[in-house]
C-alpha cells in the first residue's frame, strides 16, 4: 500500500540540549535586550526561528569536507569545488565567493551602479535594497499587487508586473537602469515564489531593453521546488532541472550560502559578463579577501560545495518544506491569521490582523514577536514597519501593506515535535492577543534599524495588560 506520511530523510547523531526558562526570566531578558528579539542572548531561546541563515545543521559530509580543508591563502581546491559545484548547479561561469550574501549584494552594487540610476525588484530585501541605495540607486517596486494580500491564494505572489516594469523603463529610461533585482523566493512577501513563466518574461522584456536581469538566488531552490508543484507543465522535472533553467534567465546571482546551501557562513556572486566579473573580483580583493576565497577559509568553501549538492536533493527540498508546510497548517487549523499560501522558509504571522487594537506607530509586528518570547521562549523575527524603516526624504515612518512577524525554521535542525510546541504557542498567545502593549523606540540606528533598535512599551505597566497572570501550561511553564 501507498504511504501518506513522511519522515525527516536524515537521523540524529549529535544533540544541543535546550535550556528551558520561567516566564520571570524571559520578562527580564527582553526587557534587557529592548524589545528587540535579536538582541537577546541565544542561551535564553528555547526555540529559535529569528532566522534560517546559517542556522543550518550540516551533514556528515559536509563536516567530513571542512577537515579536508586547504587554507591555502590563494588557489586553495576548496575553492575550485565549489566553482565546479556552482557551475554545475546553477550554471554561472564566473563564480566569486564572499564572506555571506550580503558582501555579493555590496559588490554587486559597486560594480553596477551609478549614482541617479533606478533599481526595479519584486519587492525589497532590507539589505539588498540598503546597497542599492548606497550606491546612489532608487528602488522601485514593481511586484504584482496581490502580492500585499496576506490572504489571497494565489501560487505565485513573488511575480513581477510587467506593466509597473514597463512604465518605470518609459519614465527613466533604460540607460539609468543597470539590472532588474529578481527575488527567488521573494522574503518580505512571506517566502513567495516566482512563477518560471514571468521569470521567462521578465527575461524576454529586459533583452529586448539591454537589461540585466540578476538573481537573489539565496532560496532559488525552495523557488524551484514551488515551480515543480505548483506551475503547469513542470511537475515531471526534477528541481534541480528548474533551478538551472531560471540561473539560465539570469545574467548573474548573489547568493547567501546561508540559507539554501546548509552552510553556517559563505556566499557567493556568479556573474556571465566577462568585464562585470573582472571588476568584481577587484572589488571582492578590497572588501573581502583574495578572489578565489572571499573572506572564507577553504573548509567554508568545502562544506558550502557540499551543501549546494545536498540542497538540489528531492527528499531534502521536500522535507524542508513540508516542515514549514506542516507549522503553517496547524496555525491555518487553529485560525491563526497567517500569510498564504505558506511559503518555503518561514511561517508569516499578520500581526496587523492578529493585533488590530494597536496602531501602526506602536509596531504590532515587533510587539508580537516580543509577546510571544514572553509567553514561550520561542525567537521570532518583526518583518513589518521596523524593517521597513523611514523615507529617506521626509523621514517619516514606513507603513508596508504586511505587518509580519516571520517564524523562520533551520534546515535539519528542530523536529516536528518542535513545531508542534511553536503552534500550541502562538494559539496560547493569540487566545490573549488583546492584552499585548506596543511599543515606542529608545534607540534607532540610522540603517537596519531592525538589528539593533530598542524599545519600550508604550504603557508603562509592561508588555502585557495583565502582567501578573499566572504562566500558561505551555511546554515552557
Not at 49 to 71: F, I, V, Y
Not at 229 to 234: D, F, I, K, M
Not at 360 to 367: E, L, Y
Not at 443 to 470: I, W
Request: proline content about 5%.
Amino acid at each position: 500500500m501507498s504511504r501518506q506520511s513522511w519522515a525527516e530523510p536524515w537521523r540524529i547523531k549529535v544533540v544541543e540540549p535546550l535550556r528551558m526558562t520561567s516566564r520571570a526570566e524571559r520578562e527580564r531578558a527582553i526587557r534587557d535586550a529592548g524589545y528587540n528579539t535579536f538582541l537577546l542572548p541565544s542561551d535564553d531561546v528555547y526555540i529559535d526561528l529569528l532566522t534560517d541563515s546559517g542556522t543550518s545543521a550540516m551533514s556528515d559530509r559536509q563536516w567530513a569536507g571542512m577537515m579536508l580543508g586547504d587554507e591555502a591563502y590563494a588557489g586553495s581546491r576548496n575553492f575550485y569545488h565549489l566553482q565546479d559545484a556552482v557551475r554545475q548547479y546553477y550554471g554561472y561561469p564566473h563564480v566569486i565567493p564572499t564572506h555571506q550574501g550580503r558582501g555579493a549584494e555590496h559588490t554587486l552594487s559597486r560594480a553596477l551602479i551609478k549614482p541617479g540610476d533606478h533599481v526595479p525588484g519584486n519587492m525589497y530585501f532590507t539589505t539588498t535594497r540598503a546597497h542599492q541605495e548606497l550606491a546612489g540607486a532608487t528602488f522601485h517596486d514593481i511586484i504584482v499587487d496581490i502580492a500585499h494580500d496576506p490572504v489571497s491564494e494565489c501560487p505565485f505572489k513573488g511575480d513581477v508586473d510587467l506593466s509597473k516594469l514597463d512604465a518605470l523603463v518609459r519614465h527613466v529610461g533604460a540607460d539609468r537602469i543597470p539590472y532588474v533585482s529578481v527575488a527567488a523566493t521573494v522574503n518580505m512577501a512571506g517566502g513567495q515564489p516566482i512563477s518560471l513563466a514571468n521569470l521567462r518574461a521578465v527575461r524576454a522584456f529586459t533583452r529586448a531593453h539591454g537589461i540585466r536581469l540578476i538573481l537573489d538566488a539565496t532560496r532559488a531552490v525552495e523557488n524551484a521546488w514551488f515551480i515543480q508543484q505548483r506551475e503547469p507543465g513542470q511537475k515531471s522535472r526534477t528541481v534541480a532541472e528548474i533551478l538551472f533553467e531560471m540561473c539560465a534567465l539570469s545574467d548573474g546571482a548573489t547568493m547567501s550560502g546561508k540559507k539554501d546551501s546548509l552552510v553556517n557562513i559563505g556566499g557567493w556572486l556568479g556573474l556571465r559578463e566577462d568585464a562585470v566579473a573582472d571588476e568584481a573580483r577587484n572589488l571582492v580583493v578590497l572588501f573581502e579577501g583574495l578572489h578565489s576565497y572571499g573572506g572564507l577559509a577553504g573548509r567554508d568553501l568545502e562544506a558550502m560545495a557540499i551543501g549546494i549538492e545536498e540542497s538540489v536533493r528531492e527528499e531534502h527540498i521536500r522535507s524542508r518544506i513540508g516542515q514549514v508546510l506542516y507549522l503553517g497548517q496547524a496555525l491555518i487549523d487553529a485560525g491563526i491569521p497567517v500569510v498564504r499560501p505558506i511559503g518555503g522558509h518561514a511561517v508569516y504571522l499578520d500581526a496587523a490582523a492578529m493585533l488590530p487594537h494597536l496602531p501602526r506607530d506602536q509596531f504590532p509586528a515587533q510587539a508580537l514577536a516580543a509577546a510571544l518570547y514572553v509567553e514561550s521562549g520561542i525567537r521570532s523575527m518583526e518583518r513589518g514597519a521596523v524593517s521597513a524603516g523611514r523615507d529617506a526624504l521626509t523621514g517619516a515612518n514606513l507603513y508596508p501593506a504586511l505587518e509580519l512577524v516571520r517564524l523562520t525554521i533551520p534546515r535539519r535542525v528542530y523536529t516536528q515535535a518542535h513545531m508542534d510546541v511553536v503552534a500550541e504557542s502562538v494559539i496560547a498567545l493569540h487566545e490573549v492577543r488583546e492584552q499585548v502593549h506596543g511599543l515606542q523606540f529608545t534607540y534607532e540606528p540610522q540603517r537596519l534599524r531592525f538589528f539593533q533598535a530598542r524599545f519600550k512599551p508604550v504603557d508603562a505597566a509592561g508588555m502585557f495588560s495583565d502582567a501578573e497572570r499566572p504562566e500558561r501550561a505551555l511546554a515552557m511553564s
